[in-house]
C-alpha cells in the first residue's frame, strides 16, 4: 500500500448504527486529519492529530468521536448520526503540522 | 470577508490555452500556500506548494504568490481537457492553521 488509504469507500448506515471510518498512512508522516466534505462547500476541518496527540477539534458534534492509535492510523467513530451528516469523509497527512497535505480517497458516507 | 476567496466559476477556457486561477487570502502573516486539484468525486490532490514571493513553475503550471496584495494565482499552460477538475486554494495562516477556499471550477472545452 502506498499513500493515504481509507476504507470503506463507501458506507450507508441508519440514524441509529454504530460505524467507523479507518485511514492508514504509509508515508512515515506526523500529522493526520479528518476533513468533512459536502457539495457545494468548502472543506471543512474537523480534527488534527500532530504526533497522535489531538491539537484540534472544531466543534464537531460529540456524535463523531475520532481515534489516532499511532501516527500511522486514524479512525472515526460515527453513531446516531444525522442525515445531514452525509458528505465525503477525506483523511489526510502531513510531515509537518499543517503543511503540505496528502489525501486518501475518502468515505462517501450516506446517512438514512 | 472570507479568509480565503475564489471565484467559483465555472472558469471556461479553450483547449490549448492559459487558464488563470486566482485567490486571495485575508492573513498578512500567512506563509505557505497551496493549490489542489480535485475532480468531481475524487479526493484533492496537491499540484502546487508555494513559500516566497514571485513565481514558480512545474511543468505546465505555474504559481504566483504576492504576499504585498494578498494573492495567488495559478497559471496552467496549453490546458487540456483532463485540466478539467475544481481547484482549491489554501493557505497556511500565521497560526499555521490551513484554511481553504471554496474552490474554481475549470471547465477547458474541446
Known amino acids: 500500500e502506498t499513500g493515504v488509504t481509507q476504507t470503506p469507500r463507501h458506507l450507508v448506515m441508519g440514524m441509529t448504527n454504530k460505524k467507523s471510518l479507518k485511514c492508514e498512512q504509509h508515508?512515515?508522516?506526523?500529522?493526520m486529519y479528518w476533513y468533512k466534505q459536502s457539495a457545494k462547500k468548502p472543506l471543512e476541518l474537523m480534527f488534527v492529530?500532530?504526533?497522535?496527540?489531538?491539537?484540534e477539534n472544531n466543534s464537531v458534534p460529540s456524535r463523531f468521536s475520532p481515534e489516532c492509535p499511532n501516527s500511522s492510523h486514524l479512525f472515526l467513530h460515527l453513531h446516531t448520526l444525522q442525515p445531514e451528516d452525509s458528505a465525503l469523509y477525506l483523511c489526510?497527512?502531513?510531515?509537518?503540522?499543517?503543511?503540505?497535505?496528502?489525501f486518501g480517497p475518502g468515505t462517501r458516507l450516506t446517512v438514512l | 470577508q472570507k479568509e480565503v476567496e475564489q471565484n467559483s466559476g465555472p472558469l471556461s477556457v479553450p483547449e490549448g490555452a492559459i487558464a488563470s486561477l486566482n485567490c486571495t487570502y485575508s492573513?498578512?502573516?500567512?506563509?505557505?500556500f497551496f493549490w489542489y486539484r480535485q475532480y468531481s468525486g475524487k479526493s484533492p490532490e496537491l499540484i502546487m506548494s508555494?513559500?516566497s514571493n514571485g513565481d514558480k513553475e512545474d511543468g505546465r503550471f505555474t504559481a504566483q504568490l504576492n504576499k504585498a496584495s494578498q494573492y495567488v494565482s495559478l497559471l496552467i499552460r496549453d490546458s487540456q481537457p483532463s485540466d478539467s477538475a475544481t481547484y482549491l486554494c489554501?493557505?497556511?495562516?500565521?497560526?499555521?492553521?490551513?484554511?481553504w477556499g471554496a474552490g474554481t471550477k475549470l471547465i477547458i472545452k474541446p
Open positions: 508515508l512515515g508522516h506526523n500529522a
Open positions: 489526510a497527512s502531513s510531515q509537518l503540522l499543517y503543511n503540505e497535505q496528502f
Open positions: 492529530y500532530n504526533f497522535k496527540e489531538q491539537t
Open positions: 492573513d498578512r502573516g500567512s506563509q505557505s
Open positions: 508555494i513559500y
Open positions: 489554501a493557505v497556511n495562516r500565521s497560526n499555521y492553521q490551513l484554511i
